[in-house]
């Protein structure tokens, strides 16, 4: 447990992460630092863990797509995983710093299991910020992506969650995640189940 306080301490040590792994070799990066930097994400203290899902996309940057598969993608899946809900939410975050750095490949495959396994979270909150992610990330993957996983999953939270703000939220996320041309497709079937 990191010492109360020392918050702004480890966010100028994750801040400096990124020029250590241009530094030293992936290997020393991998084997000596990987798994404090990674610690991070769990932090207590949101800021931090805040500051170290931005740090993700730093790193892939630095060392590589290929890298950031192998290495940082295995621990966001674990954290979706946690039985606490805040580092679930973590873990879309960080698919959202990582989404801005991978190419639309490596986002469908990659990154969007992972808010498509949190759909059902027992936690709303967790459910809402699925919908926002999902946003997030829709300029960085194919139309195809778009249109056959995004679309029904954003259908799905709009016209099915049992919770009113993610429910009532999902149709706005839905409508900005689309392209002008996929609103005219999808948004007159939405709007017309949503207010019935």
């Known amino acids: 447990m990191p010492?109360?306080?020392?918050?702004?301490?480890?966010?100028?040590?994750?801040?400096q992460t990124p020029k250590?792994?241009?530094?030293?070799?992936?290997?020393?990066?991998?084997?000596?630092?990987?798994?404090?930097?990674?610690?991070?994400?769990?932090?207590?203290?949101?800021?931090?863990?805040?500051a170290a899902t931005e740090n993700l996309a730093n790193l892939s940057v630095a060392m590589g797509t290929s890298w950031a598969i192998d290495n940082i993608i295995p621990h966001l899946q674990e954290l979706s995983k946690n039985s606490n809900y805040l580092?679930?939410?973590?873990?879309?975050?960080?698919?959202?710093?990582?989404?801005?750095?991978?190419?639309?490949?490596?986002?469908?495959?990659?990154?969007m299991p992972l808010p498509r396994s949190l759909v059902q979270d027992s936690v709303a909150n967790v459910r809402?910020?699925?919908a926002k992610t999902?946003?997030?990330?829709?300029?960085?993957v194919s139309r195809r992506t778009l249109q056959h996983e995004i679309i029904p999953i954003l259908?799905?939270?709009?016209?099915?969650?049992?919770?009113?703000?993610?429910?009532?939220?999902?149709?706005?996320?839905?409508?900005?995640?689309l392209s002008p041309p996929l609103i005219a497709?999808?948004?007159i079937p939405v709007i017309n189940e949503y207010v019935e």
């Open 3 to 15: 010492f109360p306080g020392h918050d702004q301490v480890r966010m100028a040590i994750l801040e």
């Open 20 to 50: 250590l792994a241009t530094i030293l070799s992936p290997k020393t990066f991998t084997t000596e630092l990987l798994a404090t930097v990674m610690r991070w994400l769990c932090d207590p203290v949101y800021s931090v863990r805040v």
């Open 87 to 111: 580092y679930r939410m973590t873990a879309l975050m960080g698919v959202v710093s990582m989404a801005n750095v991978l190419d639309e490949k490596a986002c469908a495959e990659y990154l």
């Open 128 to 130: 809402f910020n699925v």
């Open 134 to 140: 999902l946003k997030s990330i829709s300029s960085r």
């Open 155 to 177: 259908q799905k939270l709009a016209q099915r969650d049992s919770d009113q703000d993610v429910g009532a939220s999902s149709p706005c996320v839905f409508v900005c995640a």
């Open 185 to 187: 497709l999808r948004l």
